[in-house]
């Protein structure tokens, strides 16, 4: 298993599914189900219930829900489009690349 070539705030497209054609940034990732959770996308309604106080009302709150990596592709903020990432390696320096324009992604943020 490679790990995945999204990072948190990647700006990413759905590429499959009801919400394709969507983009958002990453909010989070979960390596070990290969999901990543993305702004705006795939929102679920969740009903709040108002058990707790007199001042919490009751409602429905919104809430993003995790996606397949395999339904989304990382746009590149140069072309401004979705594309294949590569890799370039330099010594220990593993840069993500557009295979379209060849320029370098953001580096993953620590
Ligand atoms: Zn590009």
Redesign the pocket.
Known sequence: MAGLNIHRNDTVEVITGADAGKRGRVLRVFPDKDRVLVEHVRIVKKTVSSKSGKNTKGGIAEQESPLHVSNVAIV?P??S?P?RIGFKIEGDTKTRI?R??G?ALPVKAK
């Open positions: 590149c140069s072309c489009k594309r557009c379209k324009c320029n």
